[in-house]
């Protein structure tokens, strides 16, 4: 059964497929460790649930196999006519990655569950509390790069991640996680723009800029927007920098004017944007970025 869920999730277009059994996630007393020492930011979401994060079978009571899937996104960065960008994960002409890869992942739940009646299944695509990286890496996926992102050798990361908990009695081996490819390379962290990479492997949040622009309710202070450059959603400047990843500097209108979302109201839009991942940060939020990068 392994083959069949690998061969159908490359036909679904997962550019990544690993498996693991439930258990506690490789990475997660740093998890911990980075927790007390209050790098998580006001995320105190983050806080809870920490025993569901260490055992997954909490998620699906019988869990007996987890699927990490990475389904990727495009290396063109989403701009205005006029300059101005967002992350490339925000892919503002689709529907929220959320609800796409709960949809394709059931496509993969629907083959389970006809092979083994009676078996359950969870998708789970960044909301739930689950280290997702983690149990990619230990599925053997790919590493995880300096920059805190899961990398794939020959792909990099400009890709989601999504589980599948199973109570299915799919037999795996057992593999060995992917050894770090970093070496000496520090171009992630001479790259971010705020320092919020303060060492290998650690991130304070409270300087990052996708937090900033998207999860931080606060106003950006004047030296914030000129670091954010001409990115008012996000960052990718980790990414960027990362040799993994190839043709990290091309651009893709695929945005109104800068004018248009200065002058657009809620019904607007959420009409326009409202099943898409910038609903994230909603109008007022955006128009915030965009006058932090302008003045």
Same mark, same amino acid.
């Given at each position: 059964?392994?083959?069949? %869920? ?5 036909? #679904?277009?997962?550019? !990544? ?45 019988? @869990? ?19 300059? #101005? ?18 949809? =394709?992942?059931?496509?993969?739940? $629907? ?18 509390? %689950? ?9 053997? =996926? ?9 990398? %794939?050798? !020959?792909? !990099? ?7 599948? #908990? ?15 490819? /970093?070496?000496? /390379? ?16 650690? =991130?304070?949040?409270?300087? @990052? ?15 914030? !927007?000129?670091?954010?450059?001409? @990115? ?20 893709? %209108? ?15 839009? $959420? ?5 898409? $991942? ?7 939020? =955006? ?6 990068? #302008?003045?």
């Amino acid at each position: 059964m392994k083959e069949e %869920i690998i061969e159908r999730a490359r036909d #679904l277009g997962f550019i !990544g497929i690993g498996f693991t059994t439930p258990s506690k996630p490789p990475y997660f007393d740093r998890f911990l460790s980075w927790l007390s020492a209050h790098r998580h930011a006001d995320m105190s979401w983050m806080e809870r649930n920490l025993e569901v994060r260490e055992n997954p079978v909490l998620l699906l009571r019988g @869990c007996n196999l987890i699927v990490s899937l990475a389904y990727p996104y495009s290396s063109k960065k989403p701009c205005t006519p006029d300059g #101005l960008s967002v992350s490339r994960y925000s892919q503002p002409d689709k529907e929220d990655y959320h609800h796409r890869l709960k949809a =394709i992942c059931g496509e993969l739940t $629907s083959m389970i569950k006809d092979a083994y009646k009676g078996s359950r299944t969870r998708i789970c695509v960044d909301s739930p509390p %689950i280290l997702e990286r983690s149990l990619a890496y230990s599925s053997g =996926i790919g590493f995880i790069g300096k920059n805190n992102m899961l990398i %794939i050798p !020959g792909f !990099g990361s400009y890709f989601f991640l999504a589980e599948i #908990l199973t109570t299915a009695p799919v037999r795996v081996s057992p593999v060995e996680p992917m050894k770090n490819l /970093c070496g000496s /390379c520090t171009r992630c962290l001479d790259a971010c723009p705020t320092g919020a990479l303060e060492r290998p492997f650690w =991130i304070d949040a409270s300087k @990052c800029l996708s937090y900033l622009t998207i999860e931080n309710r606060k106003d950006l202070k004047k030296d914030e !927007g000129k670091l954010m450059e001409d @990115c008012f959603f996000g960052c990718d400047g980790c990414q960027e920098a990362c040799p993994f990843n190839r043709n990290g500097k091309t651009r893709e %209108i695929m945005l109104p004017p800068t004018d248009a979302f200065l002058n657009m109201d809620r019904e607007s839009f $959420s009409k326009r944007f409202g099943n898409t $991942s910038l609903a994230r940060a909603g109008i007022e939020k =955006i128009k915030t970025n965009i006058r932090a990068i #302008l003045r």
